[in-house]
């Protein structure tokens, strides 16, 4: 049975950059990528984009089209959902798929990449930046980054 270390030789450039940043940086996960080239991975198919964000986020302020979804916590209160693990299997197939998770703006990406990285995901990446970017000096997002910011694709219900 081959080891970790060995599957992860067979990842494309960037997630094996990203693997010995988060390696050298004791990061807890995969590592982190940035929108780019997580649109060049999902698009290539040579990974699979989770949006982590609630529901009401996906649909009301937008989404990767073709992105899966699930959900890293629930309602306005954010409650953080129980069954995130096990959903996330269901829905990527593998605990050794090659998953890319996105938020608002990377930061419940990163604990939704610790929590399944804890769980035995061992090709789990943090989208950075998130898909809206970091809250700017106005309280406003995506003036700097994210990924709307960079102009990646992205559809509205």
């Known amino acids: 049975m081959p080891t970790?270390?060995?599957e992860l030789i067979s990842l494309p450039p960037e997630l094996e950059s990203a693997r010995?940043?988060?390696?050298?940086?004791?990061l807890p996960y995969a590592g982190g990528v940035s929108p780019a080239a997580a649109w060049r991975l999902f698009e290539a198919g040579a990974a699979q984009l989770v949006d982590v964000r609630t529901f009401e986020e996906r649909k009301f302020v937008g989404h990767v089209p073709g992105s899966a979804h699930v959900a890293w916590?629930?309602?306005t209160s954010l409650t953080r959902n129980p069954r995130f693990v096990r959903e996330l299997e269901a829905k990527v197939g593998s605990k050794d798929a090659t998953v890319l998770l996105l938020c608002r703006s990377g930061k419940r990406s990163a604990q939704a990449a610790e929590a399944a990285a804890k769980a035995g995901f061992t090709r789990v990446f943090n989208v950075l930046e998130g898909f809206e970017g970091?809250?700017?000096?106005?309280?406003h997002r995506g003036a700097a980054d994210g990924w709307r910011f960079h102009s990646l694709p992205w559809v509205q219900d």
């Open 4 to 6: 970790a270390t060995a």
């Open 134 to 139: 970091e809250i700017d000096g106005q309280q």
């Open 20 to 26: 010995a940043v988060a390696l050298s940086t004791n």
């Open 73 to 75: 916590a629930t309602g």
